[in-house]
Nanobody, 124 residues
Framework: QLQASGGGLVQPGGSLRLSCATS??????????VGWFRQAPGKEREGLTS????????YYADSVRGRFTVSRDTAKNMVYLQMNNLRPDDTAVYYC?????????????????WGQGTQVTVSS
């Protein structure tokens, strides 16, 4: 099972790093594409970024390109989302999810295993 963590309250222009980890042993994130998504109140869930399982293709939605960075730490079996220059409209619950290793775009339907989300609030 996946778990996103690292959310919190941050001022506009600030940064946060979210982590995606597995709670069970034997679940190797390297074997999967991992995507990051968010859902703000009253809005649909949005795909932000993904990293493929095989050849490390990274995808970024226009809304986060240049501000967010997805990365893996193979040794720790973790995937991270570094978020810089945060804006109030980044406020949402953030989720990580896994899909088949060849998935190269953060399309919600292509990710089948979802973790608990973490709240990110950007406010002064």
């Amino acid at each position: 099972q996946l778990q996103a963590s690292g959310g919190g309250l941050v001022q506009p222009g600030g940064s946060l790093r979210l982590s995606c980890a597995t709670s069970g042993s034997g679940f190797n994130l390297d074997r999967y594409a991992v995507g990051w998504f968010r859902q703000a109140p009253g809005k649909e869930r949005e795909g932000l970024t993904s990293i493929s399982g095989n050849n490390e293709i990274k995808y970024y939605a226009d809304s986060v390109r240049g501000r967010f960075t997805v990365s893996r730490d193979t040794a720790k079996n973790m995937v991270y989302l570094q978020m810089n220059n945060l804006r109030p409209d980044d406020t949402a619950v953030y989720y990580c999810a896994t899909g088949l290793p060849g998935v190269v775009v953060a399309v919600i339907e292509w990710f089948t295993s979802w973790g608990q989300g973490t709240q990110v609030t950007v406010s002064s």
